[in-house]
């Protein structure tokens, strides 16, 4: 049987006197997977006082009862970790309340010690090739930490709330650090594709690594990316609707309500709600139409997270709105807003859905909004009831049979109401049933189910991108370790280094020259250094280390050994070059953040600063034009990675290697490049050539590797076995 350990910030009990377990939607999704799966829970305890042996006692207690495996946090943990960046900064900013969303240092550095503190609770009972799943916001960081120190195991998360657009992501001060730890896992869940092409996008241009529709590649795995919409937990409602508790509750209700038209609200106390907007409504509802005696407007407001001042202030601005909707419209016969501030009873919540006319659902935002399915399911066979439900929650993607309406517009929510209590009796019956239908047939169970049978799928690709890297490492363990005159011709941006904004950063960091020195102390290793760079910028920056630079493609070079740079090809045709400068300036001043870089052989416009979708499409279209009109000039075009090249066809890097190589008569050769100018030397038909593509994309080389960290990780080992070391 195989394992599942779900991960999330809190376990579903709570620790008192006794152990409790929690019954939420969760809970009830994870129950089905038990009779699947070993399944095993890990998450924090909550406020558990005493000393180090009554912790002992519990966590043994959570185990043998439940199979749930405690984290236990200090005071300090939880406020900056929790209330601090969790919520106070991670929250607002999911959900697009960048006023709300607020940053300290010191919370992040705590949020980033609390996912190590889970990380180790993990890593103690997960064994090779457990699944992981992980949730939500609280532990953004999880995947990355657990991947680097259990490569093995299956990790998935799923983020329960939103994922804003890149603008709004891009202010908080560790989007890195987040997109990052996120891209850890193997399997990344969300409620919407909306959601899904926002990651995208912030994966795009936060870390621009460019990726497929449902795949983001990474370091020897590649992150698969779906939409799983989360259900109810279907089983429970079905059991109280059945029960006597249930019954009472309901027969209690009509006899309250009677003759009344009932209007339902119920969410936890929370700005992302909408709750101001929604009883404004309300008011211009109730002031322009006549049934002041014959509706009531139940809220159930859960409260939540009042440590938080934003709370608090919220909680003083709704019950200041209600009682003043009350004090104006309330009649000797009805009180309009009924204003509950705390959890009802499970038979009581039941009942409302079950009674209410309508459910007004209308948050400024929301990952998928449970309590509109909820209303449905509850709806019984002699009530046809109207979901009135925001467009912007993520459940108007499955239940677009609701009155779909904008939270933002007051006026549209009135309207909604209106037509709510004159929509004809047939028209609501087929639209609830629509709705139940899809409710009921994709329930919590179904969500969990799904996910984890996709995650613990054999064909997920970072099985393949693994099996690549193995495939690399043992061929040249036999084609190249064992010679004895052996070359590596590495390109350098976007193959050892990492594409960077401005050209002028790509200065070799620690790692990069730690590396390069290695490199140059190993003599049984020569290396070629092939770049599009200038000679001017290969000696500021590689002339220090023992290697053998090549400049522009190859129309420059000098070896290790000589301070002085050759040109390849004196007799190359450069005369069309004032041709391409006019049409890249052109290019260059439409698209802000491109430029242009003129060098001895070629020209290059470059857009990595530029917007990378509207950039792409003008890029295509440059290439295109370049085409058509430079085919009978002896010239390369080259759209490499993020730029867009011309140079000579008399030089190029695949010539430059191939002179090289007859000249030094190498026995093996490993070669590496990440975009088209790399080509020439991957289409070289010649077995002493191993050669690495770094990126995804079409290729004609003999293996590739995600990105240039995997790239430089394979060298340290290649080198290592030049120097006889085994792992």
């Known amino acids: 049987m195989q394992t599942v350990i779900n991960v999330s910030n809190r376990l579903p009990v709570t620790v008192g006197e006794t152990l409790t377990k929690s019954s939420g939607g969760l809970v009830g999704a994870m129950d089905g997977l038990k009779q699947i799966y070993d399944f095993k829970w890990v998450g924090w305890a909550g406020d558990v006082t005493g000393n180090s042996a009554n912790k002992k006692q519990i966590a043994a207690e959570l185990k043998a009862r439940f199979n749930y495996y405690p984290v236990f946090l200090t005071k300090k943990e939880v406020t900056d970790y929790y209330t601090g960046f969790s919520n106070s900064s991670m929250w607002p900013l999911l959900h697009y309340m960048t006023t709300h969303a607020r940053y300290e240092e010191r919370w992040f550095e705590q949020y980033r010690r ?42 998935g998360f799923f983020l329960h709330t939103p994922f804003p657009s890149y603008e709004v992501f891009r202010c908080h001060p560790n989007r890195t650090e987040v997109t990052e730890g996120m891209l850890g896992a193997d399997l990344i869940g969300f409620h919407t594709f909306g959601y899904l092409r926002h ?14 529709m449902y795949r983001v590649p990474g370091t020897f795995h590649d992150t698969i990316i779906g939409v799983y919409p989360i259900g109810i937990n279907t089983d429970k409602f079905s059991r109280e609707l059945s029960s006597d508790a249930y019954r009472k509750s309901l027969n209690d ?62 909680r003083r601005q709704v019950e200041q709105k209600v009682s003043k909707i009350n004090g104006r419209y309330s009649t000797t016969k009805n009180v309009p807003v009924h204003f509950i501030y705390r959890s009802i009873d499970f038979s009581e919540l039941c009942a409302l859905y079950a009674i209410a006319d309508v459910a007004l659902v209308t ?7 449970l309590v509109a399915k909820e209303y449905l399911f509850c709806q019984q066979e002699d009530k046809h009831g109207v979901l009135i439900l925001s467009e912007f ?37 087929v639209r609830l049933e629509l709705m139940k239908q899809r409710v009921t047939r994709h329930n919590a169970r179904l969500w969990a189910k799904s996910f984890i049978r996709d995650l613990s799928s054999e064909t997920l690709p970072h099985k393949a991108a693994s099996a690549v890297a193995e495939d690399l490492e043992s061929t040249v363990r036999k084609k190249i370790v064992p010679q004895k005159r052996v070359a590596i011709f590495l390109d350098y941006d976007g193959t050892l280094s990492e594409l960077k904004p401005k050209p002028s950063d790509a200065v070799p960091d620690e790692e990069l020259d730690g590396l390069l020195r290695k490199i140059s102390e190993v003599a049984t290793v020569e290396t070629y250094l092939i770049s599009g760079r200038k000679k001017e910028d290969m000696d500021r920056w590689f002339s220090k280390y023992h290697l053998n630079l090549i400049a522009e493609h190859g129309y420059y070079y000098r070896t290790s050994n000589s301070s002085e740079w050759i040109t390849f090809n004196p007799n190359a045709d450069l005369s069309w070059k004032n041709q391409i400068k006019d049409i890249f300036r052109l290019y260059a001043e439409t698209i802000p953040g491109s430029f242009v870089e003129e060098k001895t052989s070629s020209v290059v416009w470059h857009y990595r600063r530029t917007d990378p979708e509207l950039s792409t499409i003008k890029a295509n279209q440059l290439v295109s034009e370049l085409y058509e009109m430079l ?16 140079n000579s066809t008399k030089v190029n890097k695949g010539i430059v290697m191939e002179y090289f190589i007859s000249q030094n008569n190498f026995d093996a050769v490993l070669c590496a490049g990440d975009d088209e100018t790399d080509e020439n030397m991957f289409r070289m038909t010649d077995d002493r050539i191993v050669s690495v593509k770094v990126g995804s994309g079409n290729t004609d080389a003999s293996y590739q590797l995600p990105n240039p960290r995997a790239l430089r990780s394979f060298i340290e080992k290649l080198l290592r076995w030049r120097r006889g070391e085994n792992e």
């Open 393 to 429: 929650a993520g459940a108007a993607q499955e239940l677009s049979h609701a009155s779909i309406v904008n939270p933002y517009n007051i006026g549209d929510m009135v309207q909604s109401l209106r037509e709510a209590f004159n929509l004809p009796e047939e028209e609501r019956r």
């Open 363 to 369: 948050p400024l935002i929301d990952g998928m909004n």
């Open 199 to 212: 990651f995208r996008s912030s994966v795009l241009r936060i870390l621009g690594i460019e990726s497929e």
């Open 631 to 646: 085919s009978n000039l002896p010239v390369e075009i080259h759209h490499g990675k993020k730029i867009v090249e011309v």
């Open 114 to 155: 609390v996912n190590h503190i889970f990380a180790d609770a993990v890593l103690d009972i997960a064994r090779e090739g457990d699944n992981v799943w992980i949730h939500d916001y609280h532990l953004m960081l999880l995947p990355a930490i657990l991947r680097k120190r259990r490569p093995s195991l299956k990790i």
């Open 253 to 314: 209700l009509r006899k309250a309500h009677s003759g009344k038209k009932i209007v339902l609200s119920v969410e936890r106390m929370d700005y992302t709600k909408g709750i101001p907007r929604r009883l404004d409504a309300i008011e211009r509802y109730l002031q322009a139409d006549g049934m002041r005696d014959d509706i009531v407007f139940i809220f159930i407001n859960v409260p939540s997270r009042e440590s938080v001042r934003e709370y608090r202030d919220l």
